[in-house]
């Protein structure tokens, strides 16, 4: 993040999303300004606020793609939510908050799971010992010389005697090298596994606790024995098992959740989308009762508050919330002005046309054209696109995107799954196993469904 300039950011953003330039230069200022906004004084640091903003179009277009391939390029604490799934306090449905939470705990499972690839070859070797100790357990019989009678006089010399130590390390190599050879991986052997079922509490609340869980073991503490039972587990499972106990067991949880809460203050990504069905005025009745509310609800947040969650404290001033509608039956001015005021940028993604729809076929890293290949090719299966077919495949999407509704690119997803159904479908039985798709091949798959505005609106 520190070292990607914004041009750097857009060119980044290009090999997945096409066209949409506003939008991607917007973001990437965005971005450019939280590292701006950690070189400033510390006095100054705190005042600076993100600059909160609104991608306004058609579904399918890249909104929600943007924000995530953000997310992904800078490392940032992210989550993706529906401002529908919220209503008002008081009505049923989710708190506002509850989105800082999961964001909270996104990030504290993803550091913890980071810090556990960290010590897995130190984890790998303790996990390793307890496993040799449950193949040679330590035995209290000591290679000794008969108890001697009262008066008696060892008939034995000491020198005569198997030092035990070196008897016993000389086995556990031995195991050892069973061990790594894979020699011992149809050996069951009796470990002890943690019992799952858990009594949990869910609390569900407006104060702070929606979606909490509190363990009765961690309330009373030692007072409950913990729930294990034996099983018996051939060895290579067992390793695994062990390892992850003592990746577990070496991870500085303190550690893992500052961090966490640091990083979501610091660099957090919210992206609230469908932010367009809470606007709107009172309708008085129906889900209409709480869209306003929901807005005054969310408004504290996005301003800066602190929300409190299971691991502390979270502070919300420098999150950057991103939020996206389609906006067909309202307008941004429809928002409540204060929640208005806190996203002062606007960009507007323009619908797409034959022209973008032939690029998000071929162009991207993961271009549908290279995901369909690919999948193919696991069947040993050499498909091939014509220039031409490609260019009739994009022109059916805008015409269909017409004349039905427009969800932009994600019509391509439905007309290919169609156009390669009997592919798909017969692809492991093929003895042809190349297969060309040529134009006259996609207009005979696809015409029916083109010319007939009904069917098109059923199948696709």
Do not use: C
């Amino acid at each position: 993040m520190n070292e990607l300039k914004p041009s750097e950011i857009v060119q980044e953003l290009d090999k997945y999303i096409i066209g949409q330039n506003a939008a991607k230069r917007s973001v990437a200022i965005a971005l450019r300004n939280r590292w701006r906004r950690q070189q400033v004084d510390e006095e100054l640091r705190d005042e600076i606020a993100p600059k909160n903003i609104i991608l306004i179009g058609p579904t399918g277009v890249g909104k929600t793609e943007i924000a995530r391939r953000l997310s992904k390029l800078t490392d940032s604490p992210f989550t993706k939510v529906e401002a529908s799934k919220f209503t008002e306090v008081g009505y049923v449905g989710r708190d506002v908050e509850s989105m800082i939470r999961d964001l909270v705990e996104l990030t504290v499972t993803l550091l913890k799971s980071r810090e556990q690839e960290n010590v897995q070859e130190k984890a790998g070797k303790l996990a390793e010992e307890r496993l040799l100790d449950l193949l040679l357990p330590k035995t209290t019989k000591q290679a000794t010389a008969p108890p001697l009678r009262p008066g008696e006089d060892s008939l034995l010399s000491p020198e005569l005697l198997p030092p035990p130590e070196e008897e016993s390390s000389s086995t556990r190599e031995k195991l050892r090298e069973m061990l790594h050879k894979g020699k011992l991986d149809n050996r069951f052997v009796d470990l002890d596994v943690a019992d799952k079922s858990m009594p949990m509490v869910e609390v569900f609340s407006n104060v702070g606790m929606e979606e909490m869980g509190i363990n009765f073991k961690d309330m009373l503490g030692g007072l409950m024995p913990k729930n294990s039972k034996k099983k018996k587990i051939k060895v290579p499972e067992a390793l695994d098992m062990l390892t992850q106990e003592e990746a577990q067991s070496l991870v500085d949880m303190d550690r893992v959740v500052k961090t966490a809460i640091e990083k979501v203050e610091q660099s957090g990504i919210v992206f609230l989308d469908e932010i367009d069905k809470i606007a709107g005025k009172e309708g008085g009745h129906g889900p209409d009762v709480s869209r306003e509310g929901v807005q005054r609800d969310l408004l504290p947040i996005v301003e800066g508050s602190t929300v409190s969650t299971k691991y502390g404290p979270v502070r919300t001033d420098h999150i950057l919330f991103i939020a996206s509608g389609a906006f067909h039956m309202v307008k941004p001015a429809d928002l409540i002005p204060e929640l208005q005021g806190r996203f002062p940028i606007r960009v507007e993604l323009s619908s797409l046309g034959k022209d973008e729809f032939v690029r998000i076929l071929t162009e991207p890293k993961n271009a549908l054209l290279l995901q369909y290949i690919a999948l193919l090719r696991t069947e040993g299966v050499n498909l091939v696109f014509e220039d031409s077919s490609v260019a009739e495949i994009a022109h059916i999407a805008e015409d269909v995107n017409t004349n039905t509704e427009n969800i932009g690119a994600r019509r391509l997803h439905t007309l290919m799954e169609k156009l390669l159904e009997d592919i798909l479908f017969d692809a492991s039985d093929m003895t042809e196993k190349d297969v060309v798709i040529t134009s006259d091949h996609v207009k005979d798959k696809l015409k029916d469904i083109k010319d007939d505005e009904d069917l098109s609106r059923y199948i696709l």
